[in-house]
């Protein structure tokens, strides 16, 4: 999502809402990525470290950036295998629509 400006004076309720909304999902994006990120060390920090030893910084790090590099690649790979579906379906929807447009009384 990018941020919209309105083209005319009665688009700008419309365009200030979805501005908004781009806004405040991503920075509830950045404080769900914090929180998986401090989870991550955390899991790192106490199931990782003990079996290289005290002196593993750096093998800890490498094991921290392979599993985020994983986490996410995996859900980047979700979220387009949704999108694609979604614009399938919409597809689907738009040419029944055209074919058979609903009745309008």
């Known amino acids: 999502m990018a941020i919209?400006?309105?083209q005319?004076?009665?688009e700008f309720p419309l365009a200030?809402?979805?501005n908004m909304i781009t806004l405040a999902t991503s920075g509830f994006g950045v404080v769900v990525a914090l929180a998986w990120n401090e989870a991550i060390k955390q899991?790192?920090?106490q199931y990782v470290k003990p079996y290289l030893g005290e002196n593993s910084g750096i093998a800890s790090l490498f094991v921290y950036?392979?599993?985020m590099t994983i986490l996410a690649v995996t859900v980047t790979m979700q979220l387009s295998m949704a999108?694609?579906?979604v614009q399938q379906l919409t597809e689907r929807v738009n040419d029944r629509?055209?074919?058979n447009p609903?009745?309008?009384e």
């Open 4 to 6: 919209e400006s309105p």
């Open 102 to 104: 609903p009745n309008q």
């Open 16 to 18: 200030l809402i979805k």
């Open 43 to 45: 899991s790192v920090e």
């Open 83 to 85: 999108e694609k579906k």
């Open 8 to 10: 005319s004076l009665t």
């Open 65 to 67: 950036a392979i599993i």
């Open 97 to 99: 629509l055209k074919k």
